[in-house]
């Protein structure tokens, strides 16, 4: 095998990962990993890192897509030698734990992995809710928000930080520099649609920002909307037509099966800015504890989503925070509708199909 560049294996030690084949065990105790060991490309049962071999020449690979002429993703928990791919990891599905049980276990899992993390070199971006408050409150490092003037991430990450006790940073975007980034970020994921591009943009634009504060590590809290329930479609389940599934648990499954793809584009726009993820709370600990939570404790009865992560985090979080009700960072950004401004001021009208797709897409002729 060939690696076209960038490091051999990703997130562990080859001692870890060859333990994981051993046992086939899923979630052994690490925050995710991919690479080459002993002749097969490996990529954990979450695909928390990104890796993909060349279409037609597996032996050829890189974690960075733009690496290769035609790029294609290994699938998570997959093998791959030569031409041979096998499943070698699946999610487990545990039996439901009380709910009581499912609260302190989750606390006790999110709060190893936070606290594992060395805070040298490190910054925390900070929205203001409950995923980035737990890392606030329990990680020594300063915290950076992203966002256009006037957006909810500004307003709410001031309040909390002042709740806190802590200083923030404040990273406001204008379209000047959301112009500029496009492109960049479009090539760094090797995406152009509309929703891609939208979530990657704050992410690296405020990498740089901490990159060039002299910061080498970004502490995210990607993870916890899938794993304790953070969307409404899951609320709604099995009524939305957006999920499949018959039930919470079900529901929650299915997007957690979905993170893979997601991650691989976070981790590359972060990459692209210039630092590395740093990501807690996809800790194999915390995936474990999660997946064992009942159905109520991902929502309560009256729709209260991420109930377990909430409750758990009460210690260390004013209940402002902790039950706070938080956009996504493309929304509560603003990034998303200034993103469509622009596409509409450079003559991609709502009208057509995907017309913010079709700007991106235009900026890298």
């Known amino acids: 095998m060939t690696p076209a560049g960038g490091t051999t294996l990703q997130g562990a030690d080859e ?19 991919a690479g080459a060991v002993d002749g097969r490309l490996l990529r954990d049962v979450l695909g928390r890192y ?9 032996t050829r690979w890189s974690a960075d897509p733009g690496d290769l002429e035609a790029p294609e993703p290994v699938p ?10 096998e499943r070698v990891w699946s999610l487990p599905r545990p039996e439901p734990v009380p709910p009581g049980d499912g609260v302190d276990r989750v606390r006790a899992a999110v709060g190893a992995a936070v606290d594992a993390v060395p805070t040298a070199d490190l910054a925390i971006a900070f929205s203001g809710g409950l995923d980035s408050g737990i890392l606030a409150a329990r990680l020594d490092a300063p915290l ?10 500004l307003e709410a990450a001031r309040e909390a930080a002042d709740l806190l006790g802590v200083p923030l940073t404040e990273v406001t975007l204008d379209h000047e520099t959301l112009e500029a980034a496009v492109p960049r970020v479009a090539r760094a994921i090797g995406r152009t649609d509309a929703m891609d591009v939208s979530i990657a943009l704050p992410l690296f634009h405020l990498a740089e920002v901490v990159a060039a504060d002299g910061y080498q590590r970004l502490a995210v809290g990607q993870g916890a909307d899938e794993l304790f329930g953070g969307y409404a479609k899951v609320a709604a389940a099995p009524e939305d037509p957006r999920v ?24 590359l726009a972060i990459r692209a800015g210039g630092v590395e993820p740093v990501r807690p ?7 474990a504890a ?4 009942p159905g109520e404790s991902i929502v309560g009865p009256a729709g209260e989503r991420k109930r377990a992560l909430r409750r758990a985090a009460r210690p260390w979080l004013p209940d402002r925070i902790a039950f706070r009700e938080k956009k996504a960072m493309q929304y509560g950004s603003l990034v998303s509708r200034e993103l469509d401004r622009l596409a509409r001021q450079a003559g991609f009208k709502r009208r057509r199909p995907d017309h913010v797709g079709a700007y991106v897409a235009s900026t890298l002729e």
Request: charged residues 25%; proline residues 7%.
């Open 15 to 33: 001692t870890t990962v060859r333990a994981a084949l051993d046992a086939g065990d899923p979630l052994p105790g690490s925050r995710g990993f």
């Open 50 to 58: 990104p890796l993909y071999v060349e279409r037609g020449d597996p």
């Open 76 to 85: 998570a928990g997959h093998a791959i030698r030569g031409a041979e791919r």
């Open 144 to 153: 950076y928000v992203v966002g256009f003037p006037g957006s909810h991430d």
């Open 244 to 267: 499949e599934a018959d039930s919470v648990r079900g529901a929650r499954r299915e997007l957690v099966e979905a993170l893979p793809a997601q991650l691989a584009r976070d981790v």
């Open 281 to 287: 709370l996809l800790h194999d600990g915390v995936v």
């Open 290 to 293: 999660a997946l064992a939570l």
